[in-house]
């Protein structure tokens, strides 16, 4: 050792040597001391000398570079001086602490060769005794024959007591048991094993197998002893938990047991790997048998919480997840509070308590799995990712676990994902059963006759948009409860289910409409029930408003969903505009030939039919009260397009060519008049919303009669010009029309005229342009031959 510590001293010596002669520059001056270096290379010193001349040459003239700095030249030198003796100093003071260093690395060399020496010298002795033991080992046979003679005397012997009253120990050891006194019956039975085990050792250093066997059978209740022991140790390992609330002395019992046979198969193992010999029944592992039962325990504690079955009670499921988790929760309580304190730390039991309800769980869920149906998805996933990760179960305030102490996932995410597709697929097609007997029974009711419902404030609707949106809401609140993954996917299959309703809503809403025009006389409320339709498609949009603002949260930036909601009031607001049109096809159906009648030869003289449609109109307008302001201004919005889309088409179908100025003055203002007639009308019914005015199409009606009146065919070109500059969509032959009505225009002048005004042929050749009530007016092609 002392070698060892020198030469390590004097290498570490070395080193510095080596480091400090590296950084030293010597040179040489009059006068003074000198520290010479062994320099391999002498023209490196000169080099160095001539760079320190040539630095200090420079570092002096920077300081001297003024006349009045040559005064204080002294006081340069000295401090140069001080600077200069402090680097001597040091340098001094480092090259003592190292030959002090390599002084003491001599010492300690010189210790080492003593001591060498020593080592030596005793060295050759000892090789010259080794010389003589093979000799005394022959003559020493005798004796190591007696002696393990003696030894084996010395163990029969010792083992005398459990050889010849074997039957009387065993006897007692089972008496122990039964009474529950199973630490001395584990110490008898210990006693036993290690008489035969040392025994059958002696048996096996001589080779007789004979006698081995011969003993093993005399020891054969041993081993039944210990089989006996092991069962009463089971039985209280899988009563662990009650036995920790009653009993946990015996609990600890167990477990000193347990701990003791390990001890004892680690020693029984390590005597095999010396000797090679190895006891009957070794290793016994109860520890590992300890943790198999444990885990039998909780998953028969799992497999008893299961009180029904389906056929008993529907929510079977809800009230078996529910018992499971007041079980685990109680246990795990009990494990951490009365458990940990009888267990060994290394058994680490509440974690190991955890893993086993974990995976036992997880078991008992997958098998189940197969088995569910309807709303048992929602409720095994809501449970699963919520509940049991949630504060009413492993993050519960009195279990207080660590967040590593919990385990991550329950079920795997391909086992969840087959839930929520199976769960969708499920709910799918609920969803076209609902759907397809809400609509029959709402289609059976347009058939009756009795009217639909009515709210507070008298508009008709029936209960279909409420019924769809409550199956929709208890659907997503139910998916709430899982995540807002499933949320965003019941969304999205949600909305397809409405849009779907909305597309075989209307589809039986066009045959309801085809069928009474069939034959009027078979329902006696379509009015009522297509103002119905109408006030349930603004609800479906409404509702569907609501539901974006309740669940669009877990939708947002999702252009797929954006879309389908889109589509589904689009849906309806196409529906909606349908059922407008027909609601009002019902009353112009009666009005059509009044309408023929208009701006004809006995119209001049008769207000019998502007006087017939108002009149008619209003009695329908009252059923229409009925409808919801928005719809009720909508559909007026359509009746007065569509009157006065049949007041123009009216005009512009040459039922009457005027003979003279005072015809056409007084049919100019016959239409003025009956237009003004047909706006009260709107009016009184209070169809017209303020600020509107500009855009009504009555307005088109009055441009017209202007055009009827003009007395001078020059200043007619000048209007035409104006009229065409509002009504840019107007067309050739419709202008030719209203032209023809005139009386004073021939048909090649008529051609000309509307060919100067307009020039294409077509409104749609001459490119995009704002359209007007023209746009909608559709006169016969073979009017006229342009």
């Given amino acids: 050792m002392r070698i060892y510590l020198a030469v390590n001293a004097l290498i570490n010596i070395m080193k510095k040597w080596r480091r400090v002669k590296s950084m030293l520059i010597v ?7 000198i520290w010479y270096l062994p320099f391999d290379n002498m023209s490196r010193i000169s080099n160095a000398e001539a760079a320190s001349r040539a630095k200090a040459v420079e570092r002096i003239a920077a300081l001297i570079q003024r006349p009045d700095q040559l005064e204080r030249v002294e006081e340069f030198r000295k401090r140069e001086a001080r600077k200069k003796a402090s680097k001597e100093a040091m340098l001094k003071t480092a090259l003592q602490s190292q030959l002090e260093g390599v002084q003491r690395g001599m010492e300690l060399l010189k210790q080492a060769r003593i001591d060498l020496e020593k080592v030596g010298k005793h060295t050759v002795e000892i090789q010259k005794w080794l010389k003589d033991v093979p000799a005394h080992a022959k003559e020493l046979q005798e004796i190591r024959e007696e002696s393990f003679l003696h030894s084996q005397l010395v163990m029969a012997t010792d083992n005398m007591n459990n050889i010849f009253n074997i039957n009387k120990n065993l006897e007692k050891a089972h008496s122990l048991i039964n009474e529950g006194n ?34 093993l059978d005399y020891f054969s209740d041993v081993e039944k002893l210990s089989d006996s022991l092991k069962r009463q140790l089971t039985l209280n390992l899988k009563r662990t938990i009650n036995i920790a609330r009653k009993q946990p002395a015996v609990l600890v019992t167990t477990l000193r047991i347990i701990e003791r046979e390990e001890k004892a198969d680690a020693l029984a193992m390590q005597r095999t790997d010396i000797s090679g010999f190895k006891p009957p029944g070794r290793p016994k592992k109860w520890k590992n048998h300890a ?42 309580l009990v494990v951490k509070s009365l458990c940990v304190p009888c267990f060994p730390p ?22 189940c799995i197969s088995g569910l149906e309807g709303y048992e998805f929602i409720s095994l996933l809501a449970w699963v990712l919520n509940t049991y990760l949630g504060p009413d179960l492993l993050k519960n305030a009195d279990l207080d676990l660590q967040p590593e102490q919990i385990p991550k ?10 839930l929520k597709k199976k769960y969708l697929a499920n709910i799918d097609g609920k969803y076209r059963s609902w759907r397809m007997n809400t609509l029959s029974k709402e289609v059976e009711e347009w058939w009756k006759n009795s009217s639909p419902q009515s709210d507070s404030d008298s508009h008709f609707h029936t209960e279909a948009p409420i019924i769809i949106f409550k199956m929709v809401d208890e659907n997503l609140r139910l998916a709430e409860t899982v995540s807002t993954e499933l949320v965003q996917e019941m969304l999205l299959l949600s909305l397809d289910m409405i849009r779907a309703y909305g597309q075989s809503y209307e589809n039986e809403v066009h045959d309801f409409k085809s069928k009474y025009f069939e034959d009027r006389s078979k329902v006696q409320n379509f009015t009522q029930f297509i103002i119905a339709v109408v006030n349930n498609c603004l609800n479906f949009m409404e509702l569907a408003h609501q539901t974006k603002d309740k669940y669009w949260k877990s939708a947002v930036g999702d252009s797929e969903a954006a879309h389908r909601f889109e589509n589904v009031l689009k849906t309806f ?44 109109l209003e009695d329908y307008f009252q059923d229409y009260f009925h409808l919801k302001q928005k719809n009720f201004e909508l559909v007026m919005s359509h009746g007065k397009k569509l009157v006065a889309k049949k007041y123009l088409l009216a005009v512009m179908s040459r039922k009457v060519s005027f003979k003279n100025q005072d015809e056409r ?4 203002e016959k239409v003025v008049h009956e237009v003004a007639q047909i706006r009260r009308l709107f009016e009184r019914v209070g169809a017209t919303p303020q600020g509107k005015q500009s855009a009504c199409p009555f307005n088109a ?86």
Avoid at 409 to 418: E, G, I, N, P, Y
């Fill in 665 to 668: 003055r007084e049919a100019s």
């Fill in 291 to 332: 943790f198999e039962i444990l885990e039998s325990s909780v998953t028969e504690r799992l497999e008893a919480c299961q009180l029904e079955s389906r056929d008993e009670n529907k929510m079977w499921l809800v009230r078996y997840l529910e018992v499971m988790r007041q079980l685990i929760l109680e246990d795990v």
């Fill in 573 to 616: 607001e196409n529906l909606r505009e349908k059922a407008a049109e027909y609601l009002l096809d019902e009353a112009f159906e009666d009005l059509e030939p009044h309408f023929q009648e208009l701006v004809t030869r006995n119209w001049l003289k008769s207000r019998t039919a502007v006087d017939t449609i108002c009149v008619t």
């Fill in 27 to 33: 040179k040489a001056r009059p006068g003074n001391s």
């Fill in 409 to 418: 996932k329950l079920l795997s995410d391909a086992v969840v994902q087959d």
């Fill in 346 to 367: 290394s058994y680490d039991i509440l974690q190991r308590y955890v893993n086993m309800y974990h995976g036992c769980l997880s078991k008992l869920l997958e098998e």
């Fill in 701 to 786: 009606i009055d441009a017209v009669s202007e055009l009827i009146k003009v007395e001078d065919l020059d200043i007619l070109s000048l209007e035409l010009h104006s009229f065409i500059k509002h009504y840019p969509d107007l067309t050739k032959e419709q202008l030719m029309a209203i032209l023809s009505l005139r009386g004073d225009i021939g048909r090649f002048d008529l051609k000309q005229k509307a060919s100067e005004i307009i020039p294409g042929t077509t409104a749609i050749q001459r490119g995009p342009i704002p359209l007007s009530i023209f746009s909608q007016v559709q006169i016969p092609p073979s009017l006229f031959n342009v």
């Fill in 182 to 215: 199973l630490l001395h019956a584990h110490i008898m039975l210990s006693e036993l094993e290690t008489s035969r085990d040392e025994l059958l050792f002696e048996l096996f250093r001589m080779g007789n197998r004979t006698e081995q066997t011969m003993l």
